[in-house]
């Protein structure tokens, strides 16, 4: 299988065997039918069936694909490391006789070093949106049934595999964004686009509310023709309804994930936005 480009956190995770925050991963509590294949190569690992929630911070699996996952012991000396069999990735570590489940097994693996491929009868697709501060957008959001998961980080910009320093200086052209992955069978990509007006405040330029600077844009970029056609109606829907809408509508290009430490950020913190807020305007 050919290798994919990672950016340098997956690198730091998936090559020099480092470990994501707890709680951050995308695939942390997920919780859809599928397969979970390797970051790097796109071997298969695991399918969902053998996911459960151990509460330990990290996608917890108590089998894995046979033959997909080798063990091989850590460089600590106590632990056991478990690599892709395919290309030797690393994926985290591996605990027996927790009690969890009956097989006695936890693989502990990171998300960073993971994609997930849904089963054929489950429809997910994917939508980006700009809209001030990637952790407000987030917060709603993870609130609405049929998101998978909700993923901040960059796009938009010329500076490949930014940090959150570098977006900070204005420089890189990207805006702060997330990218939602979603089950179109329960929840359209119209009634998020709606939501994504109501929770932020589309006539404001480069900034929301405290957060001043153009990372913070009002900005939807789109995967395919239909999802432009329904993000320009609901513009033109609200400047019919008396607002001034600044909120651009732009082709999706690469997005780039933001760090650990930005990744489901009010919920581990346990507190609310501070420059988001509903307000009905449909």
């Known amino acids: 299988m050919a290798q994919n480009d990672l950016t340098k956190d997956e690198k730091r995770v998936i090559l020099d065997k480092g ?32 996911k459960f929630d151990s509460g330990c911070g990290w996608p917890s699996f108590d089998d894995e694909i046979p033959g997909a996952v080798k063990r091989v012991p850590d460089k600590d000396g106590r632990r056991t490391e478990i690599i892709c069999s395919n290309c030797g990735a690393h994926l985290g ?13 936890r693989h502990c693996v990171n998300s960073i070093s993971m994609n997930f491929i849904p089963d054929k009868e489950q429809t997910v697709e994917s939508a980006i949106f700009a809209g001030g501060c990637f952790w407000g957008v987030e917060y709603y959001m993870q609130k609405v049934p049929g998101v998978l998961s909700v993923e901040s980080g960059y796009i938009g910009g010329d500076k490949e595999d930014p940090s959150y320093e570098e977006v900070s200086k204005k420089t890189t052209g990207h805006a702060e964004a997330v990218r939602i992955e979603y089950d179109s069978s329960k929840v359209s990509y119209k009634e998020l686009a709606k939501l994504f007006f109501e929770i932020h405040d589309p006539t404001q330029l480069d900034r929301q509310g405290p957060d001043v600077g153009h990372q913070y844009r009002s900005e939807i970029f789109y995967a395919n023709p239909e999802q432009k056609e329904i993000a320009e109606k609901l513009i033109a829907r609200l400047k019919a309804k008396g607002y001034d809408v600044v909120t651009k ?14 990744q489901n950020y009010y919920n581990r913190k346990g507190s609310e936005p501070y420059c988001h807020g509903y307000t009905k305007r449909f």
């Open 19 to 50: 470990t994501e925050l707890p709680f951050t991963g995308k695939y942390y509590n997920f919780k859809e039918s599928g397969t979970y294949t390797c970051k790097q190569c796109g071997a298969a690992l695991y399918h969902s069936s053998a």
């Open 93 to 105: 570590h591996v605990f027996l006789n927790e009690g969890f489940t009956p097989k006695q097994t």
């Open 249 to 262: 509508v732009t082709p999706a290009t690469r997005f780039w994930p933001a760090e650990d430490y930005h």
